[in-house]
């Protein structure tokens, strides 16, 4: 049985708890011990998979096809530790869970109720489907007062008891403002937070105190008095220039040492952080500096995340500072965003999504990448806007398109209605549910000998996390050959293009799966590092 740390959250919401989470597990992971990290959420819904990028950020997509809160990558990105469908739910996926069983006469005709049914699958989660970890690091969604984390936070205060006082530790993350009128920071906020918290049966072991400057020892001593909590375990977590160099703050105040001597568990004089202390060098030592434009319709940073993040690890390996320039692609094809959107871009990516919104005007970027040489990578939807492209502009089908915006034209992108996985057939339709159907997570791809792909992956067979259900129709293969469009990678039976590439292109890559979602700072993706360094030499 691992060690449990409970994450909760005061005063506010995005605070960063999932990057608290994962920091504390990269400081467990230093001193030689094993984690996981899993994310427990209040909203009704099943799983992110069908809720809005406005509202929710990305979905994050495991190894084993699981649609998941966007903290899961942060988890994956400090720790290295691949999620799994086990390491998230929602309180919807609890409540369908225990209807199901209902439904089955599991109960044996009890009352259903919120204690002990509700409380009691949520346990199950938290306690359920470890190997050999030393420690759980289980965050709780959402913010203490909310209705709908209630539960949740029941059924944590309930494992605490089940395991003992000393197998469970409670880390509270809050928030300390700073009041310019006065010059002030206010711990106020923060003390009534952790009443709550109280309120509910939980007393913090810890303090990570959010705040844009060091606590002085007077403010730590007021919090540790008022809230009842070691003044050692009262935490600056200041906001830095990068979340990479959180682990080395941590470190510095102590937060491993406390959470160590909390579990009676060995502590290293010198844990290993290097790889912390290297990436934390290079955030500052970069020899180039160049602009990306990322080509979609989600005018929030949250919904391309795992993608912000995997320019910044290719720019870390090229030590090459990577600007962002989001461009909206809707206003694009409006032409309400002026002919020179494009200037001082020494790279484009077009990312993801769904639906007809905005797509014109990612085929319009694609246009301008193919046409002036200018790097382009292209990600699942993308890739599919790259090939519409061509079908239009080299091949003249005039009215190409995609059978998932509007019927008519030609479809040179369609609905996949069969594919296979682990040796079973998947099998979808146009008027199946929304939720869950995609083509999800790890699929082989195998790279074609002698292309540009081949030489930047340097292996024959790979494997990339997915996210979609539409595919590229491989009947038009021939003809875009012959206009330098290359399918450089396919299913391991040849029938679903993965990757296209332009041979006539300096970088010109589509790829059909979710490249992001694997790329870690310590270990960047090949597909962007080679991106940023041919954008480097633009």
């Not at 799994?84 to 005709?109: F, H, M, P, V, W």
């Not at 492209?389 to 080299?394: G, I, Q, S």
């Not at 915006?405 to 199946?432: C, Q, Y």
């Not at 292109?505 to 059909?512: A, N, R």
Request: hydrophobic content about 35%.
């Amino acid at each position: 049985m691992p060690k449990y740390i409970f994450i909760t959250g005061g005063v506010l919401s995005s605070l960063g708890k999932g990057v608290a989470s994962a920091v504390i597990a990269a400081n467990l992971q230093a001193h030689g011990y094993k984690v996981r990290c899993r994310k427990m959420d209040g909203y009704l819904n099943v799983d992110p998979g069908t809720m809005s990028p406005y509202k929710h950020g990305e979905v994050f997509v495991t190894d084993d096809g699981a649609e998941t809160d966007l903290d899961l990558g942060h988890y994956e990105r400090f720790t290295g530790v691949s999620a799994q469908r086990t390491d998230s739910t929602s309180a919807g996926r609890i409540y369908n869970n225990i209807i199901q069983k209902e439904r089955r006469g599991d109960y044996l005709g009890s009352d259903i109720q919120v204690i002990p049914h509700v409380t009691d699958e949520i346990k199950d989660f938290i306690t359920s489907n470890y190997t050999d970890e030393d420690f759980a690091l289980i965050e709780v969604g959402g913010t203490i007062g909310d209705i709908e984390q209630r539960p949740f936070v029941e059924s944590i205060r309930q494992v605490a008891l089940d395991v003992g006082r000393k197998n469970a530790m409670f880390i509270h993350l809050s928030y300390i403002p700073y009041l310019k009128t006065t010059g002030k920071m206010k711990t106020k906020p923060t003390q009534a937070s952790v009443r709550e918290l109280l309120g509910q049966g939980i007393q913090p072991d810890m303090l990570l105190c959010r705040c844009d400057q060091h606590m002085d020892d007077s403010m730590r001593k007021k919090i540790a008095m008022f809230c009842n909590v070691s003044e050692r375990s009262v935490i600056s977590a200041i906001t830095l220039p990068s979340i990479y160099d959180l682990p080395l703050l941590y470190r510095k105040q102590g937060v491993d040492r406390e959470i160590l001597n909390y579990f009676n568990a060995p502590y290293k004089e010198s844990p290993d952080f290097t790889k912390w202390e290297e990436i934390s060098e290079n955030l500052t030592s970069f020899k180039n500096e160049i602009t990306v434009g990322i080509a979609g319709k989600y005018q929030l940073k949250d919904a391309y995340k795992s993608l912000y993040q995997s320019l910044l690890h290719a720019g870390l390996k090229n030590h090459t500072k990577v600007n962002i320039r989001l461009i909206d692609t809707e206003q694009l094809e409006k032409g309400k965003l002026g002919k020179d959107i494009f200037d001082g871009l020494s790279g484009i990516v077009v990312p993801g999504g769904f639906g007809f919104r905005g797509a014109e005007g990612k085929i319009r970027t694609a246009t301008y990448a193919r046409e002036n040489n200018i790097p382009y990578l292209g990600i699942c939807f993308g890739m599919q806007m790259a090939v519409i492209e061509a079908c239009r502009n080299l091949l003249g089908i005039k009215d190409a398109s995609s059978s998932e915006f509007e019927k008519g034209g030609t479809s040179v992108i369609g609905l996949m209605t069969e594919w296979e996985k682990e040796g079973e057939v998947e099998k979808r339709s146009v008027d199946g549910n929304m939720g869950g159907t995609l083509r999800l997570g790890n699929y082989p791809c195998y790279l074609t000998e002698n292309t540009f792909t081949r030489k930047i992956y340097n292996v024959e067979n790979i494997e990339e996390r997915h996210r979609h259900r539409y595919e590229m129709n491989i009947a038009y293969e021939a003809a875009l050959k012959e206009k330098g469009i290359l399918i450089s990678g396919k299913s391991p039976d040849g029938t679903l293009p993965e990757i296209i590439e332009n041979i006539n292109h300096p970088w010109f890559v589509g790829v059909q799966f979710h490249p992001e979602l694997k790329s870690k700072p310590f270990a960047p993706h090949p597909l962007f590092v080679s991106f940023v360094k041919a954008a480097t030499m633009l």
